[in-house]
């Protein structure tokens, strides 16, 4: 729980329609990112009636647990070496929840981990660097999502070559 607001998967038993929808926003729950087969991020703000769930079809309500939430790579601490800059500190990308705003997540994640990058912002993505021995307890913060180290930098091929790209001019 982060401000008042928890932040769960919901699952339902069969897909939700805009009416189920609406029942759900006005009883404090707001439905975000879908999920195949029936689930959804939501984020809850307000104590709820648990008779909401039986009227909209809801078959479990779960958190996601830290290491659900990494990248394989960073799960079975296979660091990519890319993504290393300083010793002992990654560079990784982080998805949060769109039920806070980019302004808090920005806020808080500031106090605590270096920002190398905000250009994806309003996409809920953040680039961290972070001590690699702090990775869980990123991932254990409520509305944080995803988390996976950053790509490897761009490689260019066939700079200025013309033969054999297999390129057509129209």
Do not use: C
Not at 46 to 73: C, M, W, Y
Not at 118 to 137: A, G, V
């Amino acid at each position: 729980q982060l401000q008042g607001k928890v932040f769960r998967i919901i699952q339902f038993t069969h897909p939700v329609t805009e009416a189920q929808k609406q029942q759900l926003s006005a009883s404090g729950i707001e439905l975000f990112d879908y999920i195949p087969d029936n689930a959804y991020t939501p984020v809850i703000t307000k104590n709820i009636d648990p008779s909401i769930f039986e009227k909209t079809g809801v078959h479990s309500i779960s958190e996601l647990a830290p290491q659900d939430k990494l990248g394989i790579r960073l799960l079975q601490n296979r660091i990519p070496a890319w993504s290393v800059k300083r010793s002992n500190a990654v560079d990784v990308i982080v998805h949060f929840s769109k039920g806070i705003s980019t302004e808090e997540a920005w806020t808080f994640l500031s106090k605590q981990y270096e920002l190398i990058d905000q250009s994806w912002i309003n996409y809920h993505f953040i680039t961290l660097r972070i001590e690699q021995n702090k990775i869980d307890e990123l991932a254990a913060v409520p509305f944080i999502e995803y988390i996976e180290p950053v790509p490897p930098a761009p490689k260019t091929f066939n700079y200025l070559m013309r033969a054999n790209t297999r390129a057509n001019v129209l």
